[in-house]
């Protein structure tokens, strides 16, 4: 069964300074992978998704992913914060299934940016 | 273009009351889904419709129904609260994923926060 897993509950970083957000997946497969960004009160937003190809993955609003299969890994990255950034990203883990894209969610990282 | 849109934003009800929670998308998409996002859980799936006229279950459908009206609506009904029941439900779209690079993202709405007392 596939599953995702992002280790960090809760960062916390300075205004300017770089972030990674952690990713692990499992899946028996080459995977879809992807990354989401909630605000307060908000839905999701897809950030930037992997499906083949170069494993290093732009995405919008600045961000950047890279995909390590020998680490099973999808790490989202950015290399200056910026207050607005704040948020809850869920990194998920989807094969097609029919017509029906099955994704698994991680359990969401919560971004805080200090000044 | 409004994307997705869900009513209401908030709800109250007491264990036993039922309501049904409204989504409509205006992208043309095929395929709609119903999650439940629960604190440290992730999203979870509750139901999902293919295409207009299929509903099929998620991960944890039990308690709950849903209706693919026509393509651009979803509804999801709660026919009997329960407090295990209070979460927040986001409703999503996609095209159907026959096209590959094309189908595989999810557009969400804003969402329904639901207490169930």
């Known amino acids: 069964a596939q599953s995702v897993t992002q280790p960090d509950i809760h960062i916390t970083v300075s205004e300017g300074a770089s972030l990674e957000l952690r990713c692990n997946y499992s899946?028996?497969?080459?995977?879809?992978l992807f990354w989401y960004v909630q605000s307060p009160g908000q839905g999701l937003q897809l950030l930037l998704k992997?499906?083949?190809?170069?494993?290093l993955v732009q995405g919008i609003k600045g961000f950047e992913a890279e995909f390590k299969r020998s680490q099973s890994s999808f790490n989202l990255r950015k290399p200056s914060v910026h207050w607005s950034d704040a948020a809850e990203y869920f990194c998920?883990?989807?094969?097609?299934?029919?017509?029906?894209?099955?994704?698994?969610f991680g359990t969401g990282t919560k971004l805080q940016v200090i000044p | 273009n409004a994307g997705v849109t869900q009513t209401p934003k908030f709800q109250v009800l007491k264990t036993g009351q039922s309501m049904t929670l409204q989504c409509a998308q205006d992208?043309?998409?095929?395929?709609m889904y119903w999650y439940r996002q629960d604190p440290g859980m992730g999203l979870r799936l509750i139901y999902y419709?293919?295409?207009?006229?299929?509903?099929d279950k998620g991960e944890v459908p039990n308690g709950y129904n849903v209706s693919r009206l026509n393509k651009r609506e979803f509804s999801l009904r709660l026919e009997s609260a329960a407090p295990s029941q209070t979460s927040v439900y986001f409703c999503?779209?996609?095209?159907?994923?026959?096209?590959?690079?094309?189908?595989?993202?999810?557009?969400f709405g804003p969402g329904t926060r639901l207490l169930v007392l």
């Open positions: 999503a779209s996609s095209e159907a994923p026959t096209l590959a690079g094309k189908g595989e993202t999810q557009y």
């Open positions: 899946y028996g497969a080459t995977p879809y």
């Open positions: 992997y499906f083949s190809g170069d494993t």
């Open positions: 998920a883990v989807g094969p097609f299934s029919g017509g029906y894209q099955k994704v698994t």
């Open positions: 992208m043309n998409h095929n395929s």
């Open positions: 419709s293919a295409s207009e006229g299929t509903t």
